[in-house]
């Protein structure tokens, strides 16, 4: 009795359309994981263990240049609203605060500052030997264009074997101050890369 009053009831509240459109069910053919691309998105994974061992620079290159790089059209290696390329890149790496330059392949310090306190405030990322902070301008965008740049070290890392993890749970306030951002320029979040433990 019950169970004819209920389907009763969403009889009359459901469109009957809508009820027909709900039970379609269009089965897909399975992935096909051939490619060396779809095999990185399969391997894709957050971590939250690192070891203390060194990133090289070439390493450190690479993973940059997929961050935000410059491809071989001219321009990002990830797209942006209106092709404004308003992302910025900072690295916390060896005990320094760098930004990354991609027209020149560089790194600029920005400071020998000391700010693990405030991206470190989760045990994990202490041992980890790179930090990357994205920062932006766009209240709109800019955070679109720093998770594009973030998907794009998670395939690097997937394929050289490295630990990485996306968090928010940073000081931003503080590390606007200690980047020295401009006054329209906010962080986004951290993404902290590193090799596995053992």
């Known amino acids: 009795m019950l169970r004819k009053l209920l389907l009763g009831l969403a009889a009359v509240l459901v469109p009957a359309g809508m009820v027909a459109k709900a039970a379609e069910i269009k089965k897909l053919p399975q992935p096909d994981k051939a490619s060396e691309l779809m095999q990185l998105i399969d391997k894709r994974h957050s971590s939250r263990e ?3 061992k060194p990133i090289s620079e070439q390493t450190l290159s690479d993973l940059l240049w997929a961050a935000f790089g410059i491809n071989q059209k001219g321009t990002r290696t990830v797209p942006t609203a209106m092709n404004k390329q308003n992302l910025n890149v900072y690295v916390v ?3 320094s605060i760098w930004t990354y330059d991609a027209a020149a392949n560089s790194l600029i310090k920005v400071s ?3 700010i693990s306190a405030y991206i470190a405030k989760q045990d994990f990322v202490k041992n980890a030997p790179v930090n990357l902070i994205y920062t932006g ?4 965008f800019s955070a679109f264009h720093a998770g594009a740049a973030a998907q794009n070290v998670y395939l690097y890392a997937a394929d050289k074997g490295l630990n990485t993890i996306v968090r928010a749970y940073i000081d931003k306030d503080e590390l606007k101050d200690k980047l020295h951002l401009d006054r329209d320029e906010f962080v986004i979040m951290n993404q902290v890369i590193g090799y596995p433990e053992g």
């Not at 301008?137 to 709109?140: A, I, L, V």
């Open 112 to 114: 020998d500052e000391e």
């Open 50 to 52: 690192y070891s203390a």
């Open 137 to 140: 301008s766009d209240k709109d």
């Open 93 to 95: 790496y060896q005990n």
